[in-house]
């Protein structure tokens, strides 16, 4: 496990935009192209917007999110306003943004929907960051959802599925495991004594899905701490 530990919240984000944007660079410059996903959630707004500053080939971007609510994109809690008002400027506004939330009526139903359009995404995607919560879930894979087991199957067809959080009933989307681990570069950018203490105790407490993803060997994530 690759944990980087950082002083601030602002020098992670600043180590690791630098790590994206150059992962995002080679890529356009070795394939003419990059992808980029992205997570909701207050801890990666510092990185958006220390990401929108680096000046590479947006334009030959596109972006898209690990996880999303099943709520419009004018909505307070949507993920993908968080984007397209906290990283989608500055030079990274001439990126090409693709939202999970569609115009099917029901999450269920744009899964699928939403797994084409992520389809004409570069893939494998160049670089997934994800985050985690204090339950130990990451995107929207949640301890106890309906469908959990599925969705952390490493060996499923890589897939966008819907999912439900029990303790907060909001129908929402997520890429399954197997399609986050499709990636050439994979971070986990985590805050906090609680979830520092997580993901060190793997194998002495109760299994959560941030086990299956530190589980991974190709990609391991690499792991930005900050207190």
Known sequence: MLLKRFESLEDAAT???AQVSAA????????GAASLLVPGGRTPTAM????RRHPIAWDRVSISLTDERWVPPHHADSNARLVTTEMLAGFAAAAKFIPLH???????????????ALAAMPRPFDVVVLGMGDD??????????????AALDPHAAPACVPMRA???PVDRLSLNLAALAASRRLFL?????????LIQSVGSRAWLPI?????????GPAIFWAP
């Open 189 to 197: 950018f985590i805050t906090g004594e609680r979830k520092l203490e």
């Open 211 to 219: 086990d299956a993803l530190l589980s991974l060997r190709e990609p």
């Open 48 to 51: 958006f917007r220390e990401l």
């Open 15 to 17: 180590s690791l935009a």
């Open 166 to 168: 029990p303790s907060a």
């Open 24 to 31: 995002l660079a080679e890529a356009v410059s070795v394939r």
């Open 136 to 149: 130990g879930h990451f995107a929207s894979l949640f301890p106890g959802s309906p469908g959990l087991e």
């Open 102 to 116: 569609n115009v099917a009526p029901t999450s269920a139903q744009g899964a699928l929907a939403a797994w084409r």
